[in-house]
């Protein structure tokens, strides 16, 4: 299993083939530099129907399978934390399908072909994801997730997404609840494991309140206890004073200074940036950084003792970063955005 | 073919104006590795400056690659490098190959486009579908019309002879149109359409006069029609997308002799620039070095003199004479027949400037390490003609394809000597073994030749693994020598003083084992045959210390120092040897599990025989099953450890991986 890991992470595409990527001049082109790589569904999808998204949909039940493969191969106590991080794509998946229910029902827009493009393989649960579009209320939405996790969780937000006429609420509980699930499964690994995943979580959960965090300043414009309540517990490195502080100040970079030069002195570069005079942009570059921070955990995991969750773990992060970046190359790509705009994302 | 092929290194001088005539001559040659001046005498950097090609060999590359990207649309590969000739390098217009490239992808993203729009009808259809699968017959779907917020489904009626003009209307419109009969002249229709066409759609139902009609429960109900027009407008769909993925081949196609002229012309001028990448000049002159083997030395000296009218100086060097004697480029110049080998070589490294090529000594070794484990000549025979096959069908195949083909017919080979010498033809004995009866010694009652049990078959490859050592530690003295290495050939784990060592380990265990296991050599002989290199050694650090330099100053702890390397390094010589020696009782071990697979399923082949002890078609069934699975795991098995026994327990006592491959600039060179 290690080493199968190692080896597929050996495959990750390289900085310079993204460069590449980028450089290209056509979407049609780019897609081609994918045949020799492990991508090549992406290009004979897209070959074959032209359709960059039904090859994301087809790269993204490849990556499924990979994990239902992990599942079945690993010891009982570290499948239960993976088909946590399995649930992942079934969440994601019920996103979609409730984003298309709200845009149709409640917005009204038309969501014309976009059923096709929803990851259809059954996960862990059966989820009527056509029945989900085409339900008459939020409530009967929850009725459809009945006898999965779900469901309980869809019928309590109703009324929050019908008074915000957001779907923001739901999505957020949604999120607390994989990230909960995450954590009480990491605390069931052996002690060794534990640490590993407590401090990838860690991370990831720092980088996803950041992320709300910019949301919320972004477009919801909450004040900072309303902002603060949203965030999830147990992240690694920013703390609710750092999150306090960042999201209400106009300039407050000492903690994430101290943070990254006593536990990350790689990074301190990062942290020379002038461009920090908005709390936002501040807020941004806190993400760039947790973002390096995940890269340089993950660099640890995979140089230290092997027989962890850590090179699992390593892998799916990885793994799930690659897929972002191609991802993002090719839709940019499809919108003809300039080299340096997609590098900007990248 | 024993040693790595001598090199000679040129440094020339040409007049300025001989630089076109001279690259193309390097490039027509292909013998030159080259390397820059400044790294040859760091003292000329400041006097000359390097030459700069008229275009850029990246950007030529960057279009070559896109050229390819289009072959590789249509699986197509480049044009072969053996069709580049200099006479056909022509300047290159960068703006107006990549104007011309641009057109062809916008023509190709043109159809992708279409493609796209084509997957989007596809997936209105299979929304549809999907919606329509929710129930069971049509008329629920209708009344249940309220619950569809993208689905539009009417009932009506037209004149009937609109209704084809009425189909072409709706044709760009995703739908389903379904005639559930006729009345007077009125053709009764369901249609079902997006709602987000509704406008559309209700501007074409009234131009053809539709009235609604509401028909009864059985009528509507037909499903099954519903569901095959959409199949057929689905399959109409995907044929069009793959009409239009063939119509992306056939355009590039129709394009390639275009594209292949480009890409010849892009590929000569790049590496016309690539060799004057190595150029560096001064007002009048160019200089420029690289390495080539001694023997055609006079061929580039001739023709570097004829393209300059002689207006040239060269200077030859030997590698002694190299500033970093790694730097000189390693050729391998072994008998084609041997490549499958050298392959094997190069992948683990290449060998240092001047010492022993192995590739001879690996195909030996190799083969006779898989024929002891793979030793049934019917098995053997299978994979010679597989690998003769493979190599008649794959002629065109890359190298490493064809040179893996050839080594399986090896392989083969060797199983086939061996299966003769063991008497085994698919587990069978056919013809009487010449050596030794495998089958009959691993199974119990094969005694009478010169091996009577498994013992024999173990003590075989240790002496063969002993052979294959001393012949490593053989060859490292020799490479030691020729490389002037003098400490090494003494004292390292593979000098002399390791190989007395281990020559006194293989006498002492074997007089231990012909006293039944009682008796070891007298004390005296011990002390002469491992006391005294042992004592030797402690002289290695000693040396090493006083002969290195810097030489660090000396300290009171250095003794202890001295003594620890010492004790480590004795430790590591009888483990490591041990260990290297024991290691070729896989050999035994793989062929008795060969010969043991084979006799399990001659067992099992026996127990499905009929009542009057004959074999049955399922015992024919598991024996070929058998044969098969033996030939696929133990081949591949053998083959590993075949490998693994010459890389780790040969290659180890001897081989220094530190060479660079000779990569001349070449017209020969294929892709890469």
Known sequence: ???????????????????????????????????????????????????????????????????????????????????????????????????????????????????????????????????????????????????????????????????????????????????ARLVEAGEQLKPRDREIARRLIGVEIDLQNVGWLIRFKHFYSLDTDQALRHTLPGGLNVSVDLMRESYASERADREMSALVGKRYPELSTLLSTKDQVKSTARLTMIERILEQILALEVKKMLAGYPFTIGIILAYFILKANEIRKIMTVLNAKFYNWPEERILAVI | ??????????????????????????????????????????????????????????????????????????????????????????????????????????????????????QQEILRLEDIERQLQMFGNLSEVVEARSQYSYLSIQTGSIRKVLVESFEQALGEIPNVKIELGTQDNQALLLLITMKRDEGLTNRILDKFGWTDVHLPREIVGKKDQVQENLRGKLELLKDEQEELKSKVESLIREKRPALEKMWTNLRLNELYARVQSFFSKTSRTVIFSGWLPSGKKPVLAEAIRRVTDGRCYLEWHQPREAEQPASVPVQMSNPKFLSPFQMLVTNYSIPEYGTIDPTPLVAVAFLIMFGLMFGDAGHGAVLLVLGLLGSLLYKGARSGVRNLLHLIAYCGGAAVVAGVLFGSYFGMQWFAPLWFDYHGVVSGHGGGGLVTDVYGILVITIYFGIAVIALGLVLNWINCVVKGRWLHLIFEKGGLIGGWIYAAGVYTARYFVSHDYRQLPGSGFLVYLIGIPVLVLTLKPVLEYSLHKPRKPFTLLMPVDFLMEWIVEILEIFSGYLANTLSFMRVAGLGIAHVSLMIAFFSIAGMLSGPSGGYTIGSYLVLIAGNVLVILLEGLSAGIQSLRLNYYEFFSKYFSGSGRAYAPVTLKKKKE
């Open chain 2, 1 to 118: 073919m024993i040693f790595t092929e001598p090199m000679q290194q040129v440094v020339a001088v040409v007049l300025d104006h001989d630089t076109d005539a001279v690259t193309k001559e390097l490039l027509r040659l292909g013998l030159l590795h080259f390397v820059r001046i400044t790294d040859v005498d760091r003292d000329i950097g400041p006097q000359v400056e390097k030459v700069t090609p008229h275009v850029a060999e990246a950007m030529i590359t960057e279009i070559r690659r896109r050229i390819e990207g289009f072959f590789a649309m249509v699986d197509d590969r480049p044009p072969s490098g053996a069709d580049l000739k200099v006479e056909d390098l022509q300047a290159v217009d960068l703006e107006e190959t990549t104007k011309i490239l641009d057109t062809l992808a916008a023509s190709v993203q043109t159809i992708r486009d279409r493609q796209s729009a084509c």
């Open chain 1, 1 to 179: 299993m290690n080493a199968k890991l190692r080896t597929r992470i050996s495959k990750i595409l390289p900085e310079e083939f993204i460069r590449q990527l980028i450089h290209s001049r056509s979407l049609a082109e780019s897609v081609q530099m994918l045949a020799e790589t492990d991508f090549h569904p992406v290009q004979r999808i897209y070959e074959q129907t032209g359709d960059i998204k039904m090859a994301e949909l087809e790269l993204m039940r490849k990556e499924v399978e990979i994990y239902l493969e992990l599942e079945d191969l690993l010891e009982e106590d570290v499948r239960g934390f993976v088909k946590t991080l399995t649930e992942r794509f079934e969440i994601e998946s019920l996103k979609n399908a409730i984003r298309l229910w709200f845009d149709a029902k409640i917005r009204g827009r038309s969501i014309e072909n976009a059923g096709g493009y929803l990851l259809r393989r059954p996960i862990h649960h059966s989820i009527d994801l056509d029945g989900i579009i085409n339900a008459d209320t939020l409530e009967g939405v929850g009725d459809l997730l009945e006898g999965t996790p779900y469901a309980g969780i869809v019928r309590e937000q109703a009324a929050r997404v019908t008074e915000a006429a957001s779907l923001f609420p739901l999505e957020l509980a949604l999120d607390r609840f994989l990230y």
